[in-house]
């Protein structure tokens, strides 16, 4: 049984937990998500709101129903515009109107704690990211910020390095010295051991000191390696854990190295912690353009007939880095290209681009829905699988190390830095199509995209003005992830002049043109929905297992044949064989071409 008080939700959805405790005891145990300040964003994004009556969730697990804002008697207002306003409804005495609701913000607070807070992840990517929520307005009024880790390091110091990494957003820049330094005040470090209960008990007390009496939430990111996941978390759950408030945890990537070993981290995670309290993170998942592939998909008419078998010829995800595992080789080896942006990053765009439509936006539903896909896909062969490994290369006179040339690298390791595999789902949908997946690094640029390419069109009567290369021709669209986010649609188009000539262009959604904000950081995203209880864009346990299985044979395999991979040179497009694959199916890799 977990130790860590049970979770409660923000207060767009339900603001009481799912634990036995009568509702008279809610004001004792508010959660965080009820001091969220509300200019940061609403939990939930809605186009137009449903008239159907909405229940709320009580502790005990009974509900009731809201009543319908439309009035049978139809009592409207028609304003000068055309649009039709409903007058609010008073919900009846027995409903608990949640927005409404009257949260008491001085006395509830949240505890973030950074285990592993001198590591490069925390440095670069962690902290920089709880400052832009508090420079935006997203934490809530009382936080404190903790860093934990082995090394000994005062709260001076501590500052001083997270100080380093911090920067204002570019269209924000009023205040910013002021900013940084309020909240730096609010960061503090504490060293211990990461398997010591006697070392997060001294936490737990520092943390009570700040917390100062009120409901306390607490919330920790476990940025370090996973073979002391579970040690961390032991601790945390036995000496530090939230007494009146909900506890979080979140874990990085790797989830595991196979299904195997996931499925035992998973149980032993369990032993110490509840699913709901676990926030499996895939950066990825935050970015940008990932957020938006279901708004593109579900709010735009002209998209989701096209999304099936019928229209679509194949779908490719591109990850591409221009460097190899400088400053990281001794991970890397343990675990190659596919488990490290393939099975997680990669598969997860995938599930969430080839699902059906959920029944709302709510985080069960969309993930409902991705681990259908995964369960519905076919087994990876050896066969649809090219791995590669980069090798030295000189090019304008510098010389480019291969992988084997890292010190922390076997001298004869045959770890994969490149995979290219072609993936099926056998469902009624998507049922024949190629998804091609390719990662490396050390190639010829740096991108990560979603493109898809439709079918030709039936019976061209322009196939004389396109030339032979009808697939040039092929309309296709390209959801570029990173860098330069942006959407755009490669479409026929007549050249102007008296002949018939055709060329290619782009209906392009570029980002940094159309929007002058800035785009936040995935992590940014990650962390706020984790603080708000948001778990849509979180790895649930049956989803992991999901997406092991399909990997773990065709993994298995390559280790045990000790399956050499294609070399290529740093800097290339990666290996030959990765567009025999593509040929296979009939396809041509996207990024490759003049015309991108």
Known sequence: MATFAPSTHCPSSSPYSNDSSVINRFHQRVALS??????????????QQSSRPKAVQLQDGASTKKASSAKSDGVVNILKDGILSVPPVTPPEESIDVAKFDYD???????????????????KKIFPALFALYYEGCLPKHFTIFGYARSKMSDAELRTMVSKTLTCRIDKRENCGEKMDQFLERCFYHSGQYDSQENFLELDKKLKEHEDGRVANRLYYLSIPPNIFIDAVKCASKSASAANGWTRVIVEKPFGRDSESSAALTRSLKQYVDEDQIFRIDHYL????VENLSVLRFSNLIFEPLW???????VQFIFAEDFGTEGRGGYFDNYGIIRDIMQNHLLQILALFAMETPVSLDAEDIRNEKVKVLRS?????LDDVVIGQYKSHTRGGVKYPAYTDDKTVPNDSLTPTFAAAALFID???????????????????RRAEIRVQF??????????NIGTDVDL??????IRVQPDEAIYLKINNKVPGLGMRLDRSNLNLLYAARYAKEIPDAYERLLLDAIEGERRLFIRSDELDAAWSLFTPVLTELEKKKIVPEYYPYGSRGPVGSHYLAARYKVRWGDVGSEQ
């Open 105 to 123: 913000k001085e006395n509830s607070t949240v505890s973030i704690t950074v285990v592993g807070a001198s590591g490069d992840l925390a440095k």
């Open 34 to 47: 009820s001091i969220r300040p509300k200019q940061c964003r609403p939990r939930k994004l809605s186009l």
């Open 473 to 478: 021709a092929t309309n296709e669209l390209v």
């Open 427 to 445: 469902n009624a949908r998507w049922d024949g199509v190629p998804f091609l997946m390719k990662a490396g690094k050390a190639l010829h640029d």
């Open 286 to 289: 935050g970015k940008e353009l």
């Open 308 to 314: 099936s078998r019928q229209y679509i010829r194949n």
């Open 455 to 464: 079918r030709h069109v039936p019976g061209n009567l322009y196939n004389k």
């Open 377 to 381: 896909m076919r087994p990876l062969q």
